[in-house]
């Protein structure tokens, strides 16, 4: 390759870091110290275009209360991303399209538990179904998306 197509070429990406780097979604992730699938669901997220600060604390109550976490969707970690809380082991693509429509109605996403086979709780094949709710200020819920359902469970919910 010739130096001025070198030139040319570093001149391009050079120009286009900027842009790239403003796509990336910031935001803070409170976990436990001692919790290594938040940290394998802070990867997940980073691997996904996020750039997720993470938080440790070894008392995380004060932080699910303050943000409005019910114990019934309760997990081991609560992130707040762009004013929204995502509690739990809530996979990118949601936490994207949740970002994209910004419900004005809605606080945030939740998987309550510790679902295997979602983002962070992944061990072999092994992976069981799990819902991911949007949740409101007063603590309603509703159903954003669904995971890892069987053909039967499907026409069950939907029956």
Known sequence: MKKSQCLLTAALLLTALPSIAADT???KNYQSPSCG?????VKHMNSHGFEIEMNM???LH???QANGIQPEYASC???IIQGYVFEGHVPAQDVQRFLKEK?????GLA???????????EYNDQKMPYDVVAFDEEGNTVIWASHHQTQTQTQTQTQ
């Open 103 to 107: 419900p004005a109605n809605l606080k």
């Open 62 to 64: 004060p932080i699910k």
């Open 37 to 41: 699938c938040c940290k394998d669901w």
């Open 57 to 59: 604390a070894n008392n």
């Open 25 to 27: 979604i910031k935001g």
């Open 77 to 79: 970690h609560t992130a």
């Open 111 to 121: 998987v309550a538990g510790m679902p295997m086979g979602s983002p962070g709780m």
